[in-house]
Structures are given as structure tokens and as C-alpha cells.
């Protein structure tokens, strides 16, 4: 096993670590309310900071996740650039079917 192999395991191991999932989480929820102050220097740097404070809280709460499936669910289009960047398998599925779709006609 190369050493490559062992740290990114002990990187994911890391992750389900209660205490630092709920520092993730906490450190997301601070990332989103930092947006507004960063919005208004010139550049994307607001997006930025939201998309990145919106990662860390979906993957890290279990709260968040419900309430993110129940919005998709009354607006389907709306977060398809969030799963994009949460690289979700619910993404990947949509895309497929999609592709399939305009394939058949």
C-alpha cells in the first residue's frame, strides 16, 4: 500500500469523527454568515465563500440534508449546481437520465 493510499484513508477516517464533523459544520454555518460582508469586495468572492460554507454544512448535518431534499423536492432545478459541486450521486443519476432521454428523442 503506498503512502498515498494510507493518508487518504486516514483523511476520510478523520471525517466521520463526530467532534469534526461538528466543527466542519460549525465552520460552514460560519462561512454562510460571513457571505454577506465578503459580497461586497469586488470579484466572486461572496459565491465563493457561500458554496463553500453550503458544502461543509450539507455534508455535515443531517438537519441540513432534510431540509436541502425537501427544497429540491418543491423546486427541482434550483440546486442542481449545488449537487454538482457536492459531487452527489443523485447528480450523476439526473445527468444520466437526462443524457438518456435525448438520446431516445
Known amino acids: 500500500m503506498t503512502w498515498r493510499v494510507t493518508l487518504q484513508r486516514k483523511w476520510c477516517a478523520l471525517g466521520h469523527d463526530p467532534r469534526i464533523r461538528v466543527l466542519l459544520c460549525g465552520l460552514g454555518w460560519l462561512l454562510i454568515a460571513l ?57 450523476r443519476r439526473r445527468i444520466e437520465i437526462c443524457r438518456e432521454r435525448r438520446r431516445r428523442g
Open 35 to 91: 457571505t454577506p460582508l465578503v459580497g461586497p469586495l469586488p470579484g466572486p468572492g461572496g459565491i465563493i465563500v457561500f458554496a463553500a460554507g453550503l458544502g461543509l454544512v450539507l455534508r455535515n448535518s443531517a438537519w441540513a440534508k432534510r431540509r436541502y431534499v425537501r427544497f429540491k423536492r418543491r423546486h427541482p432545478g434550483w440546486g442542481d449546481w449545488a449537487d454538482w459541486g457536492l459531487r452527489r450521486a443523485s447528480a
